[in-house]
T-cell receptor
Framework: AQTVTQSQPEMSVQEAETVTLSCTYDTSENNYYLFWYKQPPSRQMILVIRQEAYKQQNATENRFSVNFQKAAKSFSLKISDSQLGDTAMYFCAQINNAGNMLTFGGGTRLMVKP | NAGVTQTPKFRILKIGQSMTLQCTQDMNHNYMYWYRQDPGMGLKLIYYSVGAGITDKGEVPNGYNVSRSTTEDFPLRLELAAPSQTSVYFC?????????????FGPGTRLTVT
């Protein structure tokens, strides 16, 4: 069974600064995908970034990047130049080998302060 | 494109009542999913479908039923509502399974059972 753990229930950051959200996971599979989703107050789930496990290079999407440590089963999200619109819940997730089930962590509530 | 739409947005049910949560996607996606999100938690998969006429259980299927008679629609049925089913329900769809294929989420239905 897959498990995904986010150890930071809440975090805050000043606008324009950088913040890192932590995620660890457990799986017995060799190839898999990891994701970060953003859920703003509107409740809409928005895919922020994804990482394929066999790719060593860390994924980046504009101000969002990941630090993927496969051996440590760690997958943290770095948000640079934080903006007020980044205020949201952030969920780390992993998809199973069959590709039909996303397993989510408990989430981190991020507040960006002006 | 409307994407994934869900109705209703909110609903209050009494214990023992039944209801159907509607989900429709207009992206011609083969795969559709139902998740529930309990307060302060990540999403958990209830049921999924790989195409019209084919459904399968996810992580938390008890108390729910689904059907998939068309590619576009994937309704979720609660037969005997219980307080434990108070949650936010998300429908999602993807073209294929697997991590390369993004799951697109609907806006959610907030259900309260009292």
């Amino acid at each position: 069974a897959q498990t995904v753990t986010q150890s930071q229930p809440e975090m805050s950051v000043q606008e324009a600064e950088t913040v890192t959200l932590s995620c660890t996971y457990d799986t017995s599979e060799n190839n898999y995908y990891l994701f970060w989703y953003k859920q703003p107050p509107s409740r809409q789930m928005i895919l922020v970034i994804r990482q394929e496990a066999y790719k060593q290079q860390n994924a980046t999407e504009n101000r969002f990047s990941v630090n993927f440590q496969k051996a440590a089963k760690s997958f943290s999200l770095k948000i640079s130049d934080s903006q007020l619109g980044d205020t949201a819940m952030y969920f780390c997730a992993q998809i199973n080998n069959a590709g039909n089930m996303l397993t989510f962590g408990g989430g981190t509530r991020l507040m960006v302060k002006p | 494109n409307a994407g994934v739409t869900q109705t209703p947005k909110f609903r209050i049910l009494k214990i023992g009542q039944s209801m159907t949560l509607q989900c429709t996607q207009d992206m011609n996606h083969n795969y559709m999913y139902w998740y529930r999100q309990d307060p302060g938690m990540g999403l958990k998969l209830i049921y999924y479908s790989v195409g019209a006429g084919i459904t399968d259980k996810g992580e938390v299927p008890n108390g729910y039923n689904v059907s998939r008679s068309t590619t576009e629609d994937f309704p979720l049925r609660l037969e005997l509502a219980a307080p434990s089913q108070t949650s936010v329900y998300f429908c999602a769809s993807s073209f294929r399974t697997g991590g390369k294929n993004e799951q697109y989420f609907g806006p959610g239905t907030r259900l309260t059972v009292t």
